[in-house]
């Protein structure tokens, strides 16, 4: 019998360990989100327009890195159910505001609720500072990606 060469490991890499938790995370999600009337996709654009209030539709459209015309979409079927509203900008005409809703604030407090219960059994082996430390970790990356993605937006928008 050969044994196999002894081979150097590469570090850690989390990627993985990310996706696996995230389908994890995703399929518990739905699961929640479906009586509420609610996609994961919404949830993630109504909660970009909580933190960091109104935005154009292009710029939204780069933050939440998808193309103008799913976005559009995406905005047609959450303005449809009254969560958000698009206006004109004052400052060009040409351009769409979209701001959340008061409609929309509560549904996603309800649906951040729902969801608490379900992080709590995906990270149930964690206790609070490490939650509190995986969360820090990973608001710290989201941030440095969507910085990279307000550089790269044509127009800055003034939530970045």
């Given at each position: 019998?050969?044994?196999?060469?002894?081979?150097n490991?590469?570090?850690h890499?989390?990627?993985?360990?990310?996706?696996?938790?995230?389908?994890?995370?995703?399929?518990?999600?739905?699961?929640?989100?479906?009586?509420?009337?609610l996609?994961?996709?919404?949830?993630?654009?109504?909660?970009?327009?909580?933190?960091h209030?109104?935005?154009?539709?292009?710029?939204?459209?780069?933050?939440l890195?998808?193309?103008?015309?799913?976005?559009?979409?995406?905005?047609?079927?959450?303005?449809?159910?009254n969560l958000?509203?698009?206006?004109?900008?004052?400052a060009d005409r040409?351009?769409h505001?979209?701001?959340?809703t008061?409609?929309?604030?509560?549904?996603?407090?309800?649906?951040?609720?729902a969801?608490?219960?379900v992080?709590d059994?995906?990270?149930r082996?964690?206790d609070?500072?490490?939650?509190?430390?995986l969360?820090?970790?990973?608001?710290?990356?989201?941030?440095?990606?969507n910085?990279?993605a307000c550089?790269?937006?044509?127009?800055?928008?003034?939530?970045?």
């Amino acid at each position: 019998m050969t044994s196999l060469p002894v081979v150097n490991q590469p570090p850690h890499r989390c990627g993985a360990l990310l996706d696996h938790l995230a389908r994890r995370l995703r399929l518990r999600s739905e699961s929640v989100l479906t009586p509420l009337g609610l996609r994961p996709r919404h949830l993630i654009a109504l909660t970009v327009l909580r933190d960091h209030g109104g935005s154009s539709q292009q710029d939204l459209a780069k933050i939440l890195e998808i193309d103008g015309t799913n976005v559009v979409g995406l905005l047609n079927e959450l303005e449809a159910e009254n969560l958000i509203e698009r206006r004109r900008s004052p400052a060009d005409r040409r351009r769409h505001i979209v701001e959340l809703t008061d409609v929309g604030a509560k549904l996603l407090a309800r649906a951040e609720f729902a969801l608490a219960a379900v992080e709590d059994e995906v990270f149930r082996d964690l206790d609070e500072d490490q939650r509190e430390t995986l969360y820090t970790l990973l608001q710290q990356v989201t941030n440095t990606t969507n910085a990279e993605a307000c550089t790269a937006a044509v127009v800055t928008p003034p939530s970045c």
